[in-house]
């Protein structure tokens, strides 16, 4: 009777075993990697900017003063980017409507008073390091004539850190 327990505890084991040689079994290696950047820089003016030209008479648009629009960063030492602007509708390259018929506007840079491609021409700007202006001053364009009324007109300012 003893051997006939063993006989049957030999043979279980022997079912167990190849049961487990039966068994498929696969492996896979996982890699983890990646590569870290200095942080991009940080915009410390506000994200909702407002060029507001207050009440003005349509004969002196053209005359009108420009309004400050401020944008500043700061930014790690050798820090790169691109920034663009974008109008919701473009009458040219560097006017946009102002959202009433025969009046636009047009962005220019504080820095140095050149006209903003408002179409999303990016400007590369390299080798930037803690504050950073990038200023800008919106100026309105009578392209015709002009009636009296509201206007309001928006544009998207987009800055890629490289």
Request: with cysteine.
């Amino acid at each position: 009777m003893n051997m006939n327990k063993q006989l049957i505890a030999l043979s279980l084991l022997g079912l167990f075993a190849s049961n487990t040689a039966l068994a498929a079994s696969d492996s896979s290696t996982l890699t983890v990697k990646g590569t870290l950047t200095r942080p991009p820089c940080t915009l410390t003016s506000n994200k909702v900017l407002t060029a507001d030209f207050g009440s003005l008479r349509y004969d002196q648009v053209d005359t009108a003063a420009q309004i400050d629009v401020p944008v500043t960063l700061t930014c790690p030492a050798n820090s790169v980017l691109n920034i663009s602007v974008t109008a919701s509708s473009a009458l040219s390259d560097t006017v946009a409507s102002a959202g009433r018929a025969n009046l636009g506007y047009s962005l220019l840079w504080k820095s140095d008073n050149s006209l903003i491609n408002i179409k999303g021409t990016k400007r590369n700007l390299s080798n930037l390091n803690g504050t950073v202006d990038l200023s800008m001053k919106a100026k309105l364009v009578a392209q015709g004539a002009l009636s009296e009324g509201d206007f309001s007109a928006s544009a998207i300012i987009n800055i890629d850190y490289l």
